[in-house]
């Protein structure tokens, strides 16, 4: 029998960062599909406080959950795991208690791809059926970062 002091501890209020990424895969791929919580939710048999449990990693997501999301979501249960950084996963299985400090922004919160707006955009983007139309928005967006990244950051002349 193992000794529960050498065990990692949990940080109290502070999601594990594998949860937190499975999560917001999940979210990701749920917004992407325009499914609401509470739709996904009605699926699975789960209120869409539980589902929004999961999206933050608050709430662990058994195995059979995992399964159960990954037909309803018509993907391969691997997609919760992709793009999966070294960070993240070298600190599964648990936190060790000090790793973060009060008020530190953690790297997962950084993710472009976690904001609700990107999603939106993307939902949008893939809404376009004229396959030329969507060609030339990307090259317009393409374009339009590449000038804010090129252009120094000076006032507006007004």
Same mark, same amino acid.
């Given at each position: 029998?193992?000794?529960?002091?050498? =065990?990692?501890?949990?940080?109290? #209020?502070?999601?594990?960062?594998?949860?937190?990424?499975?999560?917001?895969?999940?979210?990701? *791929?749920?917004? +992407?599909? #325009?499914? /609401?919580?509470?739709?996904?939710?009605?699926? +699975?048999?789960?209120?869409?406080?539980?589902?929004?449990?999961? !999206?933050?990693?608050?709430? *662990?997501? #058994?195995? /059979?959950? =995992?399964?159960?999301?990954?037909?309803? +979501?018509?993907?391969?249960?691997?997609?919760?795991?992709?793009?999966?950084?070294?960070?993240? /996963?070298?600190? /599964?299985?648990?936190?060790?208690?000090?790793?973060?400090? !009060?008020? !530190?922004?953690?790297?997962?919160?950084?993710?472009?791809?976690? *904001?609700?707006?990107?999603?939106?955009?993307?939902?949008?983007?893939?809404?376009?059926?004229? #396959?030329?139309?969507?060609?030339? +928005?990307? !090259?317009?967006?393409?374009?339009?970062?590449?000038?804010?990244?090129?252009?120094?950051?000076?006032?507006?002349?007004?």
């Amino acid at each position: 029998m193992r000794n529960k002091k050498t =065990l990692p501890k949990r940080i109290t #209020g502070v999601p594990n960062a594998v949860d937190v990424h499975v999560g917001q895969r999940l979210r990701l *791929r749920r917004t +992407l599909l #325009g499914l /609401s919580q509470e739709k996904l939710g009605e699926a +699975l048999g789960l209120t869409f406080q539980q589902v929004q449990k999961y !999206e933050r990693g608050t709430n *662990r997501i #058994g195995a /059979s959950r =995992l399964y159960d999301l990954a037909k309803v +979501l018509d993907i391969d249960v691997g997609y919760f795991f992709n793009e999966m950084t070294e960070e993240v /996963s070298h600190r /599964s299985p648990g936190q060790i208690r000090g790793m973060v400090e !009060e008020g !530190e922004e953690l790297p997962f919160q950084k993710d472009p791809m976690a *904001r609700r707006e990107t999603l939106e955009l993307v939902r949008a983007y893939y809404k376009i059926d004229d #396959g030329t139309v969507r060609r030339r +928005l990307l !090259e317009m967006a393409k374009t339009l970062g590449k000038v804010s990244l090129d252009t120094p950051d000076t006032p507006e002349v007004e």
